[in-house]
């Protein structure tokens, strides 16, 4: 039978664990934040030139847009990202979405703190089918924007926007597959006449997701409709 002690020592242990989940170092910070600030500060920022739409690295200086973004004209006016989606910004996300550190959700919605938002009238996560929320049990997104809600004052509603059909995993399509797979997968509920809405989601690859929730938003009378994302997958 284990000693008082030892089960004391566990419990402290979980309200209070000393190694950091991403980089398993020990660290005081992890009393109050739930990776270490090296981690923190090893997240790989995306470079400040990127497209103003879609949020791509450029390449090119004096450019405001990528080339696919002036060949179509996406539904979102732009989406903003914090990170590249690699090294401690990816076991950070995994961790929240895989491995169910929901905790995480501040954290990384307080990034933000430091990026321009644009104005909003309204927050709206990236919605999941009822199927899969039930096998996940939660939706990343939902606690994402609800973190972003509670510092921005932006009103947050997380019946507004529903996805309606089953999609493959993303990371498994190729570009056009992706967008073909996504089509009429989400619906907005309700009229969202005249609002400027923020759709969270928490990594981004190609912006086809964005791009869907806001071609429904824009179809139930949003004025327009902007991304938040916490990591963006950059090919290099
Ligand atoms: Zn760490
Ligand atoms: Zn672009």
Redesign the pocket.
Known sequence: MPSYTKIIEGILGMLFPSL?P??G?P?DELATSP??G??WANMSRLPANVCGVCSKPLQVEGITKCGDCYAEKPFYSTIRAYARFSG?MKEAIHLFKFSGVRRLARPLAELFKTIEIPEADLIVPVPLTKKRLTARGFNQSLLLAKAISDFTRIPLSYDTLLKVKETPHQTTLRGAERVKSLRNAFRSAVSVKGKRIAVVDDVMTTGATINECARALIKAGARSVFGIVAARTVLE
């Open positions: 950091c991403v980089c170092r660290s990776i270490c090296v981690c401690a």
